[in-house]
């Protein structure tokens, strides 16, 4: 059975940290990505690592988050610091590919993970 399922979230201070996972079965991760949703806004892609290891992030993200994988655990994390009551949301991992232009194409979901920063 193809399972993504994300750890890790909770409620934290502004300025704390958090470590999100991200761990496969039935399937061996590729191009993983970590998005996120705020309520009322558009589910948006945080960071992606890809298969062989390159990263990209959001601009709001860069220099807090980092993103890295361990394929021997499959497993994809997200580790976020300086944490900001605008990264409140829900993080999900999903499970896509690289397309021609470098784009991350998104594919399998997982279920999410609710990450709460208090100010």
């Known amino acids: 059975q193809v399972q993504l399922v994300e750890s890790g979230g909770g409620l934290v201070q502004a300025g704390g940290s958090l470590r999100l996972s991200c761990q496969a079965s039935?399937?061996?991760?590729?191009?993983i990505g970590w998005y996120r949703q705020a309520p009322g806004k558009q589910r948006e892609l945080v960071a992606s690592i890809s298969s062989a290891g390159r990263t990209n992030y959001a601009d709001s993200v860069k220099g807090r988050f980092t993103i890295s994988r361990d394929n021997a655990k499959n497993t994809v994390y997200l580790q976020m610091n300086s944490l900001k009551p605008e990264d409140t949301a829900v993080y999900y991992c999903?499970?896509?590919?690289?397309?021609?232009?470098?784009?991350?194409?998104?594919?399998?979901w997982g279920q999410g993970t609710q990450v709460t920063v208090s100010s």
């Open positions: 039935g399937f061996s991760i590729g191009d």
């Open positions: 999903n499970a896509g590919a690289f397309g021609r232009l470098g784009l991350f194409v998104p594919g399998y």
